[in-house]
């Protein structure tokens, strides 16, 4: 707004903000992918942490008792 440039609207990019009912039906195929969208990072076994939230964790704050060391 304060720069007065438009935004650019992408069709697979949603916010968690925005209701699902805006979803068009025929774009469902294209929401779900195959595999999971999570960052590659070593940490947890990927049995006990599959979101990788775990491992980013203790990457940044590798203090916490539960941490690998």
Do not use: A
Not at 18 to 26: A, G, S
Not at 30 to 55: C, W
């Amino acid at each position: 707004h304060l720069l007065r440039k438009p935004l650019t609207v992408i069709d697979q990019f949603h916010s968690h903000l925005e209701p699902m009912k805006f979803l068009r039906q025929d774009t469902f195929h294209e929401q779900i992918k195959d595999e999971m969208n999570v960052v590659k990072i070593d940490g947890f076994d990927k049995r006990i942490d599959p979101t990788r939230f775990l491992s980013i964790h203790c990457f940044l704050f590798s203090y916490f008792s539960f941490c690998p060391r």
